[in-house]
């Protein structure tokens, strides 16, 4: 079994940046795709962002496209959410997710095998 852990969160102003990071313990983390989803209070968890298992496809959420840039770094078992341009309506717990297969992007819950125990992104306007 593999653990997860997010770091990086924090308080942003509106138009900053965070950069978020996910390291994997245990089980190697080169074999799965990766994702990161985001749960606002009192709203459902969306999907942010997927990368497969080399890093040469990736697919966002359509509110994130174009400000966030996922990436990973096999050697270091680690995962990045690289955040720009931030919005208050980014605020959200953010949790790193790894997929159930090497090429099927997780885009869905149903498509992650372990989660993260999450990290607070707060935006202020």
């Known amino acids: 079994q593999v653990q997860l852990v997010e770091s990086g969160g924090g308080l942003v102003q509106t138009g900053g940046s965070l950069r978020l990071s996910c390291a994997a313990s245990?089980?190697?983390?080169?074999?799965?795709?990766m994702g990161w989803f985001r749960q606002a209070p009192g709203k459902e968890r969306e999907f942010v962002a997927a990368?497969?298992?080399?890093?040469?496809?990736?697919s966002y959420g359509d509110s994130v496209k174009g400000r966030f840039t996922i990436s990973r770094d096999n050697a270091k078992k680690t995962v990045y959410l690289q955040m720009r341009n931030l919005k208050p309506e980014d605020t959200a717990v953010y949790y790193c997710?790894?997929?159930?297969?090497?090429?099927?992007?997780?885009?869905?819950?149903?498509?992650?095998?372990?989660w993260g125990q999450g990290a607070l992104v707060t935006v202020s306007s």
């Open positions: 990368i497969n298992w080399s890093g040469t496809a990736t």
């Open positions: 245990g089980r190697t983390l080169d074999n799965y795709a």
């Open positions: 997710a790894q997929g159930r297969s090497t090429v099927i992007l997780p885009r869905t819950e149903n498509g992650v095998n372990v």
